[in-house]
């Protein structure tokens, strides 16, 4: 069956997506990170969502949110290769599209066997870190001390 | 072990007792994005609140609405956003806007005997949320979104729902900043049943179109869209 | 990062929503009415579009008339001066997909485009 180009990009960012580097920390994630489908069954809890699923959506939703259709413009600007945003009035971080086209190019490689709503965290923690707006060791220090903190309480 | 008893007290819901490393790691980006100025805790709180909002299928509501008082499923068709205050949702509420993936013009596709309705967004997912709910996996897949817009039958026929060729399916790509549900035909059987019993047999799949409401039908396709990488046992 | 007002949207569209805060923004009435027969242009993919390419060059018939709303194509970067209609145009499948069964020529697909994609057919 002949691919179909209903959704442009998604195509061509899903083959080039089998070439991005992993990364490690998400890697790592990936392995050993439990996640909510186990969780929920070893504590007995029947919530379909974990609890931090929310905050998750309020996450994406808030790096969309530029000045209005300002996004529209942004998503343009990467589609054409242009990657500088500092120029970007009203620019929001992360574009709905662009987020949405590499969740589904990541959700059919690096992440294909992990669960919904954690496949949906990695990919937008992967977006950010591919964009230099959050550095991986930074990540991987805060979750330390985030560990210990909750574990204090 | 010795039983605590808690006289008069149910015993405590069970509660996931460990912090998951996916856990973790949505406090961490959330807290460095914070430091970084990508966006403030407010609104987050304000978008997370949105998502919280969301309750279970407000939309089932309008179609028992609209199916009992057609001067409501005129106001259906003519003033959504006033229909979905009916149902409880302020579609402008709390950020006052929709989110950059909900927007606020909400329509709603009346089915008939001969028409069938039925809901995709091949760019990316886009779902009418505040009424209907967050999307069910299948929706968001590439494997929905590419083929219901080409082989709609073959995909309906996965779902279990066949319709004669005299029925057109119509099916709505939603691409822009439109956002649909259907209205389902009202189906036999249903003489005399109230708003609730109505309400509960319009499910989500119903809404979305890939699914007739039916007496007695009252939950959702379980599609396998996913092998768990780690069973639970 | 460049500061910039991200109240912006929040200011305009509080209390009417998006898109009805940007109602009357065109300046002008749609140039399309409902029932018109019209093809979808095939302009140059250097744009972003929201505008599917199984749709190009198809021909259809204008459904609805939506709503005002900055195209998700203005060339204006962060601004939203720049309002155009919206209509869904209804497709016939048939006219969509080559393979189309026949069996099911009633088959309909309908899909929302900015005017600036739309011509008289």
Redesign the interface.
């Known amino acids: 069956m002949a691919e179909l180009n209903t959704t442009a990009p998604i195509d061509d960012l899903v083959a080039e997506a089998a070439n991005w580097t992993p990364v490690s920390l998400l890697e790592q994630i990936k392995e050993q990170g439990r996640t909510w489908v186990d969780l929920a069954v070893d504590y007995g809890v029947t919530n379909p969502d974990p609890p931090w699923k929310t905050s998750l959506d309020g996450m994406c939703e808030v790096l969309a949110a530029g000045t209005c259709s300002s996004m529209a413009a942004v998503e343009k600007g990467w589609l054409a290769g242009d990657t500088d945003r500092s120029t970007l009035e009203g620019a929001p971080p992360l574009p709905l599209l662009e987020r949405r086209w590499e969740e589904d190019a990541l959700s059919e490689t690096l992440y294909q066997d992990v669960p919904y709503p954690e496949r949906q965290l990695l990919a937008l923690v992967h977006s950010l870190i591919k964009r230099g707006l959050v550095k991986e060791e930074d990540l991987a220090a805060r979750m330390k001390q985030v560990h210990e903190r909750l574990a204090a309480e | 072990m010795s039983h605590d008893h808690h006289h008069g007290h149910n015993p405590p819901a069970p509660m996931v007792d460990e912090v998951s490393d996916f856990e973790a790691l949505e406090i961490a980006v959330r807290e460095l994005c914070i430091e970084k100025g990508l966006f403030t805790a407010d609104d987050h709180r304000k978008f997370t609140e949105f998502a919280e909002h969301i309750g279970p299928t407000p939309a089932a509501r309008m179609v028992a609405k609209a199916w009992l008082d057609p001067e409501y499923r005129k106001l259906c068709l003519t003033d959504s956003l006033t229909a979905c205050k009916a149902v409880g949702v302020d579609l402008l509420n709390p950020t006052g806007f929709g989110t950059p993936s909900d927007y606020t013009d909400v329509r709603v596709l009346e089915d008939t005997p001969t028409l069938h309705h039925v809901v995709v967004c091949t760019l990316c997912s886009c779902y009418p949320r505040p009424i209907l709910g967050f999307q069910p996996e299948w929706y968001r897949t590439p494997n929905y979104r590419r083929r219901l817009v080409r082989w709609p039958r073959q995909v309906l026929a996965e779902f279990g729902l066949v319709l004669p060729s005299e029925v057109e399916i119509r099916v709505e790509d939603s691409n822009q900043k439109c956002r649909f549900i259907v209205m389902p035909v009202r189906p036999a059987g249903t003489e005399g049943w109230t708003e609730d019993q109505l309400t509960e047999i319009v499910t989500r799949d119903c809404l979305i179109g890939v699914a007739l409401p039916k007496p007695g039908m009252t939950s959702n396709i379980k599609l396998p869209v996913h092998k768990a990488a780690k069973p639970a046992h | 990062?460049?500061q910039?007002?991200?109240t912006?949207?929040?200011k305009?569209?509080?209390?009417?929503?998006?898109?009805?805060?940007f109602k009357g923004t065109t300046g002008g009435p749609p140039k399309f009415k409902v029932g018109d027969r019209v093809r979808i242009k095939d302009l140059p993919?250097?744009?972003?579009?929201?505008?599917?390419?199984?749709t190009r060059g198809a021909v259809g018939e204008v459904a609805?008339i939506?709503?005002e709303?900055?195209?998700?194509?203005?060339e204006?970067?962060?601004?939203?001066d720049h309002s155009e209609w919206?209509y869904?145009v209804?497709f016939k499948?048939k006219d969509?997909?080559p393979e189309?069964p026949d069996?099911?020529g009633?088959?309909?697909?309908?899909?929302?485009?900015?005017e600036r994609w739309l011509e008289l057919a």
């Open positions: 990062m460049s910039h007002d991200r912006h949207h929040a305009i569209a509080t209390g009417k929503g998006d898109p009805q805060c993919d250097i744009f972003y579009t929201r505008c599917q390419v199984y609805v939506t709503h709303s900055p195209a998700p194509e203005d204006a970067w962060g601004h939203v919206f869904i209804r499948q969509l997909w189309y069996a099911f009633n088959d309909s697909l309908q899909t929302e485009f900015s």
